[in-house]
């Protein structure tokens, strides 16, 4: 008999590197507190349920997407040629929207998890961020290769994408190398500071991606020399160095705003945040809006600052458990 299950995912959020998960580069990149949470049960019909909203499937055009609540579910059941299935979704997610924390891959990442565990499907998490990562990409939006294994491995990783800068089939893309640093690490000294903007990633990246596959020097010699930046960071991280991280930190993210992949709240809250004590400051994420991070020793004057210049909300990364799937009673079982 078909069983229930919970299955959770964490946010992201990138330190150093991004974006050049998308460039064949390399990425230092944490887990967040904040979730997305998936619950699948079995059902006499195919049904998405998210914020007292509900959408039933009872013919392959159910699934055709309309920018609402249920496109994601929908991109992963039609990839999956799932469309007459019998079993019900409903999920929910505290990892801030349009952010760019990765709330959109933290739930597709606990969405296709979900499904995986009840359909009995046993994949390596290799194969499922790569799954997971290439449907949004299909469906949904230009992203890159950090966000879906951040949110399926979790912790703090550094992350080498080489040889993933053009896109292939699925099936026929490299594994990303992936080396956990948490276990290596005594301390953790970062915060979040959200604008309160939100933003579509692939307006900021696509204008980007288009001068690189054209082949301009200047966006490929930078991000060439992010991807370096994030190597030195590995090893800052794993010697303490916070004061050389935070100016590496500074240097990613001079490189991005120069070529137009930040904003002025971005900019006025990373400001604020260097003013503040922070030894390095720079996006989370995409750019035009969501998140910064900053790094300090001590936080609170950092936080104070921020909030002082208007952030609309703090929060505290740790590197947490990647996706997990727990297998529920359903109240058939408990009769």
């Excluded at 946010?11 to 991004?18: P, T």
């Excluded at 990633?201 to 082949?215: Q, Y």
């Excluded at 703090?314 to 727990?326: C, E």
Aim: with cysteine.
């Amino acid at each position: 008999m078909p069983q229930a299950y919970l299955c959770t995912a964490p946010g992201r959020a990138g330190i150093i590197g991004n974006p050049t998960d998308m460039y064949g580069g390399s990425v230092v990149s944490c887990s967040t507190k904040e979730r997305a949470a998936v619950l699948i049960e079995p059902a006499d019909e195919l049904s998405f349920e998210v914020a007292g909203y509900r959408h039933v499937v009872k013919r392959p055009e159910d699934l055709s997407p309309d920018g609402g609540y249920f496109d994601v579910a929908k991109a992963i059941v039609h990839f999956l040629d799932l469309s007459d299935a019998k079993f019900s979704l409903r999920w929910a997610c505290n990892v801030p929207f349009a952010a760019g924390l990765s709330s959109s891959s933290a739930m597709s990442v606990s969405l296709l998890n979900a499904i995986f565990a009840f359909l009995g499907r046993t994949e390596h998490l290799f194969f499922r961020a790569e799954m997971a990562r290439h449907i949004e990409l299909n469906y949904m939006a230009l992203c890159g290769y950090q966000d879906a294994y951040m949110c399926t491995f979790g912790g703090l990783n550094y992350m080498d994408f080489r040889q993933k800068q053009f896109y292939r089939a699925f099936g026929d893309e490299p594994y990303a190398t992936l080396e956990p640093l948490h276990p290596y690490i005594q301390e953790f000294p970062f915060v979040l500071g959200h604008t309160g903007v939100q933003r579509s990633s692939g307006t900021v990246h696509v204008p980007i991606r288009e001068r690189w596959l054209e082949g301009d020097l200047e966006v490929r010699r930078s991000y060439l020399r992010i991807s370096h930046l994030a190597r030195m960071g590995k090893r800052a991280f794993l010697t303490g160095e916070w004061e050389i991280l935070g100016q590496l930190m500074i240097e990613n993210h001079d490189i991005q705003r120069d070529l137009g992949g930040s904003g002025p709240d971005n900019e006025r809250l990373i400001a604020a945040a260097l003013e503040g004590g922070a030894l390095g400051a720079k996006l989370a994420g995409a750019g035009g809006g969501g998140t910064i991070i900053a790094l300090t020793l001590d936080p609170e004057p950092v936080i104070q600052a921020m909030k002082d210049i208007g952030a609309s909300r703090i929060l505290y990364p740790q590197p947490s458990p990647g996706v997990t799937i727990t297998p529920l009673e359903t109240d058939k079982d408990r009769k």
